[in-house]
């Protein structure tokens, strides 16, 4: 089985500390992909230790010290949660996708789904249709913006879990494995697989994923219950844990509440995007609606699409929509709306910011939504304004749409720079009138625009987009210089 492992667990609060590492210990030398520039046994990965401050509202339980040290509220419950050197870590849904085009997209019927599948996976497609997908998508979105970036999952050691290896190394990305010992499994077959996923692209560029997931009565992962003591350790060391719908594809519900609720003691943001899992999620077994509701309630940051967010409450304005997660949750701080060709808002207790979509000629859409996030955790960590957040996430976004398929195929750094720098963004003020029209507060409301004065209401704050554009380069080519991404993508 390949590792990468954080070590040492213990963490350190100086500024000048020693770099702590990400190092791969591949078991079989031999096992490492011909096509990787790196095939040394031993590869470490350097992030420097920094000291960093929570947010002013991280949690409702804990508050900050100096130093970046967190300490609870209650010292004789919770002792010092340490130093986060690690900005992002996602949770699970780690698998390669391979990506075909095919004549026709798969059957309806489950059985037919199944055959195609199995048909597929009889003759393994050449190495050039693989792709890292899941949650590589978002750890390689952020870790292109500069961000230090770690996977928590399982991949097998078989020639699939290598190539995910390979490509998060590639990408100054660092992986840990959630079991120390597949061999001990009691179904140790599965515990040595990766998990593939077949994303067909028909003649029209329409979308059909298949998965052996999709035939399975429980989780992939259902054997892992615990939270060994690796996940747990780059979990506390993380300002951000990631969180997905697909995930309960992987692993239980009890298993994610478990690693959602220890992040919240540690101090550890989570952010949650249901995706299109999230309908089933909320109307499925007892156990996923209680982890699913757990997860709307208590994640720091909430992304949704706006048909997302219309199933959850019923109300078809996105902002409504996302006003109402807001005041049902109980750690909510940013309910994030996905607009797709519009833009996206980003609400707060505080007000509500709005930023249309840049225009980009559409290949695929594949990766977008997971590239997104991983640029609003960029905005999230280094505290940018709301406005700032949603230009580079939409950014981000929209460059990703310019390319053919996720993984290492989302926006590399130029490419959001070059949206970002020219400013030619989609000003549809008759859509943000209508949907601003409808609100049911006086809060602070700002919008992102090409023009400095406002042509929607009076009470709707332009921020010129010029303005900010500046700024946002300024902060994304400074994050840049730290080092921490060694592999851009240009």
């Known amino acids: 089985m390949h590792h990468l492992i ?53 949690s409702n339980s804990l508050n900050s010290s100096q130093n970046g040290v967190f300490r609870s509220k209650n010292p004789e419950k919770s002792t010092d949660l340490g130093v986060k050197d690690v900005d992002v870590a996602t949770l699970g849904n780690l698998c390669v996708d391979i990506v075909l085009n095919v004549p026709h997209l798969p059957p309806n019927p489950i059985s037919e789904r199944k055959a195609y599948m199995e048909h597929l996976a009889s003759s393994p497609p050449d190495k050039q249709y693989w792709e890292a997908g899941g949650h590589c998508n978002t750890a390689i979105a952020a870790a292109r913006l500069g961000l230090r970036c770690v996977t928590i999952g399982h991949v097998g050691n078989e020639i699939y879990g290598q190539f995910l290896l390979d490509v998060l190394r590639e990408e100054g990305i660092g992986f840990v494995e959630m079991i120390d010992n597949p061999d001990a499994i009691a179904n140790a077959e599965e515990a040595h697989n990766t998990l593939l996923c077949w994303v067909l692209v028909d003649p029209f560029q329409q979308h059909g994923f298949c998965s052996r997931v999709d035939f399975m009565d429980e989780p992939a992962f259902n054997w892992i219950n615990d939270l060994s003591k690796n996940v747990k350790s780059v979990i506390k060391r993380s300002k951000i844990l990631v969180v997905n719908g697909y995930g309960f594809d992987d692993h239980t519900p009890g298993f994610i509440v478990s690693a959602l609720k220890y992040a919240v003691e540690v101090g550890t943001s989570v952010f949650f995007d249901p995706g299109p899992k999230g309908k089933s999620l909320s109307a499925g077994t007892p156990e996923e609606q209680m982890a699913f509701n757990e997860l709307l309630k208590m994640s ?110 989302v926006a590399c750094f130029s490419k959001t720079i070059e949206l970002v720098k020219s400013g030619d963004v989609y000003e549809d003020n008759e859509f943000w009138r209508d949907l601003l029209g409808e609100r049911v507060d006086a809060k602070e409301v700002s919008l992102l625009s090409k023009e400095e004065t406002n042509e929607i209401y009076e009470d709707v704050s332009c921020v010129p ?26």
């Open 6 to 58: 954080l070590s040492p667990k213990s963490l350190i609060s100086s500024p000048n500390a020693s770099p702590f590492s990400i190092i791969f210990h591949p078991t079989n030398p031999n096992s490492i992909s011909p096509n990787s520039h790196k095939t040394h046994r031993n590869s470490t990965l350097n992030c420097r230790a920094t000291d960093v401050s929570v947010l002013n509202n991280c």
């Open 465 to 490: 987009l010029e303005k900010i554009a500046t700024e946002v380069i300024s902060k994304l080519e400074e994050s840049s210089k730290v080092g921490t991404a060694p592999n851009w993508r240009d």
């Open 300 to 409: 720091d940051v909430v992304l949704l699409t706006s048909d997302e967010a219309e199933s959850l409450t019923g109300i078809t304005n996105p902002i409504l929509a996302g006003q109402e997660l807001l005041k049902n949750g109980i750690r909510s701080k940013w309910i994030i709306i996905k607009l797709g060709s519009k833009g996206s808002v980003l609400i707060t207790m505080s007000g509500t910011s709005c930023a249309p979509s840049y225009k980009v000629k559409v290949i695929d859409t594949v990766g977008c939504g997971d590239s997104f996030v991983g640029a609003v955790a960029f905005g999230f960590v280094h505290r940018l304004p709301r406005t700032h957040t949603l230009a580079i996430a939409n950014a981000v976004g929209a460059a990703t749409a310019t390319g053919c398929g996720a993984g290492r195929n």
